[in-house]
């Protein structure tokens, strides 16, 4: 059989991320997602790409599952600042080994990419790349990058070799991320595949989007 | 900022899929999995990638979590056979609402692939792109893509987006998708979406390898 | 050996329950959240129970962990009310196959109970029997179950046998559980076992607590 | 409203448990599934309940969602002993976040109670309360609790407060809990907790049982 994939792709480009921040803290207050979340962009900058983050609950993001509720719904802005840029960091605290309620009001909201498709059936955030980051006290980054994946997935994201990273404690403990001293190796080894990977496969379907279909 | 991320990609190639039909019943006992799998299959074929099946059930796969659990133990040849392909289609039924025992057996199995990573850093999947096929009588899919898509992400395969299809019935109906006339167009086009986006991400990534760790 | 547990109960009691939809929806839209809730409470009335519903949506639930985040926070009298129940019917829709955000930022704010324990352990939700209840156009409602039924135990709740019920239509449709013009006798029959386990439980626990710790 | 719900429980028995340990590894093989086990079942002694363990993959269970797969198939004799006692406590390991294959495939041989209820609608399992014990390097114990506890409530199982005990290490860990030198408090007190609310919860259902349907 002949080979029927071809591609020639050229590509020099600058990529863009962005970083949804889903602690139940507003802007102001510590949070140890706030940290890791700068550890994914400080290895991003090195390969030339800018992430600023976005505190979610800072903004009235009503409940829906459309891309407007209505006035007073900050969503219409993040929604155009996130299908802005290639790479999407979404990170999350745990709390009942789950992703907060935050992210999930995040999630939802994008939901409405289901029914935003183009005539090749592609939503909106076809050809952009999700990372996940995740911290707790303990236990439930594994599900939490789960949940994650998936509803990410489902709404059009593409997961690159090493999607996600995390830490957390040992089983019911109290310690937080952001008052370690250093960064463990393993989740800082960790941290900087998941950049890496992200952004390569980002410079890739920027370069040669999906062709939906026929 | 100057742009650091630059390709030039020059793609020519034959890729090829493997499915692995997780299954409680031996070949020669009929299966829905297959009959998505078949569909799958017969997609990839439009874009000359040939998609054989092993049904993983016929197979000794040893519990434990190397690459070689000794005499008689069947997953040498299969691990073999996942790593010489592009796209690695997993199927399932669905149990409970979750993934059959035999599907959790192979991504068990698939672990090993976390310690026999290269010089920089990448497993032996780095550049495979996964698929992952559910059906069921009843809800329970996106649940099983979540624990898949994980899994799978976990030992260092690629998502492209829309990486699951699926069929299942009404609440706790007992239709089986094998015995369906018509395959629904909403399955239908999920899987062709599924098809085309997994061997677009497949081919660019065959083509411009993951860079690892510096 | 000899026989170490040992009760005579003698109960006469009469229980409540509150039952609490997780909808996006405000008071005033049609739920089908609140249907399925209302299924639960007429079958708990044939029990001698009452159940009003409370929408939570409707209350300015605010983001944290404790049992008061400050100033208009809706949270402390909710508290009050689920906590003056025997049995707590959480209700929820399905969105990209998981909870609502709403059922989480409910569960996040339990998550509380567990340093509010008495000298014997006990949270304060110990001897409350949780249902819990699902509706979604298709797919998610096992996955659902098993978020809730995690979280919910978590925090202090028992689950009686057959703790959930649910209705989910068939892949990827659309209809609604609110238009269906009867009740699948599937659901139906599920709805009553969840109602009667409850009860009886509920009636248990009510006249011999749990012991907590020695 | 007059009070409908009305019982008087004279109990005075010896209650019996039966733990199921999921290791991937057969007996004779250090476990550290098997570490919290023996302290769930020295908990339990104290309250007069045998518990004997059961590796279960010594036993050839074979694939498949009936009471019995036929020559060979070690299962009946093994849902015998499991339905023979008042409590099941499930244990297992943790792998890439999820419960092993060993303990899913335990679970999808429960699937065949829910075709074998009496005439009131209820499961072999009635009235039987389940503990569910995880332990792992890091990450995934909450999670595999909502896994097993949505799985075993599906097959009719009661889950009392703290129905689940565990220990996980740090993030990317590599300690085993059979390697402590000392059970963490936090573990211990959990366990203490799980083996006591189970205890009670059985011996109430033992004396009084779940109606089913009317």
């Known amino acids: 059989m002949e080979p029927r994939v071809g591609y020639v792709v050229s590509v020099s ?28 962009g400080q290895e991003l900058s090195k390969l030339g790409i ?33 299908l802005a840029a290639d ?36 939503m909106p955030s076809f050809g952009k790349v999700a990372i996940v980051a995740v911290v707790g006290n303990e236990d439930g980054a594994h599900h939490v990058h ?19 990273t995390y830490w957390v404690g040992e089983a019911m403990g109290k310690k937080d991320y952001m008052d370690l001293a250093d960064t463990p190796e393993t989740t800082g080894g960790t941290t900087v595949m998941a950049a890496r990977c992200a952004a390569h496969l980002a410079g890739l379907l920027n370069g040669q989007a999906y062709p939906g279909k026929a």
């Open 50 to 82: 800018t992430m600023p983050t976005i505190r979610a609950v800072d903004h009235d993001i009503k409940p829906g599952v459309t891309s407007d509720e209505g006035p007073g719904d900050a969503w219409p802005e993040l929604r155009k600042r996130i």
């Open 146 to 164: 789960a949940e994650l994946f998936q509803a990410l997935n489902d709404v059009g994201f593409t997961l690159a070799a090493c999607a996600g």
């Open 13 to 40: 480009m600058t990529l863009s991320a962005i970083a949804i921040n889903c602690s139940l803290k507003p802007s102001g207050a510590a949070s140890s997602t706030d940290r890791l979340l700068g550890e994914i």
């Open 87 to 122: 790479i999407l960091v979404l990170g999350t605290p745990i709390w009942l080994g789950q992703p907060s309620s935050v992210a999930k009001r995040v999630l939802e909201r994008m939901d409405a990419f289901l029914s935003e498709t183009d005539d090749k059936g592609r």
